[in-house]
């Protein structure tokens, strides 16, 4: 991990490192499991960081293992950081899934 002043906003991953495929799921399921939610009644992930460039390696890592997903970033109303926001959603919640098994029980589907 790296991050420059503000931790919070610039989180992320080494820049121009390698990381095997197993780092990235790992690194996708802590995530998940820490900064993500899910939505049963959508059937949906959603993962929120102030992190645009940690939202990024996120992105990056899901388009190499084929999950589709779609992103937003929301201003807080609170005058606050910005939010950025990855959601995955339908039969890609079950490809999300299968793929990265997320550990914290209400995490799972």
């Known amino acids: 991990m ?3 002043k503000d931790k919070t906003e610039t989180v992320s991953l080494k820049p121009k490192r390698e990381f ?3 780092f990235k799921i790992g690194f996708v399921r802590g995530l998940i499991d820490t900064d993500g939610y899910r939505r049963p009644d959508h059937r ?3 993962f929120t960081s ?3 460039s940690l ?3 996120k992105k990056n890592i899901l388009e190499e293992l084929n999950i589709s997903f779609t992103e937003f970033k929301e201003n807080d ?3 606050y950081r ?3 926001k990855i959601r995955i959603t339908g039969k890609d919640v079950v490809n999300f899934n299968d793929k990265i098994q997320p550990r914290n029980p209400k995490r799972q589907y």
Do not use: D, L
């Open 50 to 52: 102030a992190s645009e």
């Open 20 to 22: 095997s495929k197993k």
């Open 2 to 4: 790296y991050w420059g």
């Open 44 to 46: 949906r992930y959603v």
């Open 55 to 57: 939202v990024k390696n």
């Open 82 to 84: 910005t939010k950025y």
């Open 77 to 79: 109303p609170r005058g």
